[in-house]
């Protein structure tokens, strides 16, 4: 017999009050902006000493949170248009039928972009 019951909750009551998140804990032993660890960071990416492994990973750290991931690169074309036929006939019919009408969908609105 499950312990629960399809559609009930495990913890009908939620988390109990005056319990702190991870998050919270980290903000109340280094701050609310990090400054200490920022510097810290610094350090080890400026010190010929350090390890380089351990510069490189500051650096990343450093730049990844001061200025975001650099964009990846999306590709939006159908991969429908890309499979072979034996592919095609190796899917279920319902499911070929959606993936063409996507794939012509995917075909219109890229034309109607550019």
């Known amino acids: 017999m499950p312990r629960f019951r399809p559609g009930q909750s495990g913890n009908p009551k939620g988390r109990p009050p005056g319990g702190t998140s991870l998050a919270e804990r980290i903000r109340a032993k280094c701050g609310d902006n990090g400054d200490a660890y920022v510097d810290i960071l610094h350090d ?37 248009a890309s499979m072979s036929d034996d592919e095609l006939d190796a899917l279920p019919q319902a499911t070929r039928d959606k993936l063409l009408a996507l794939s012509e969908e995917a075909d219109r609105v890229l034309a109607e972009a550019v």
Do not use: M, W
Not at 56 to 80: C, H, M
């Open 44 to 80: 080890i990416a400026i010190n010929e000493d350090e390890p380089t492994r351990f510069r490189i990973d500051a650096v990343k750290i450093l730049l990844d949170r001061g200025f975001g991931k650099p964009p990846q690169e999306i590709n939006i074309t159908s991969g429908v």
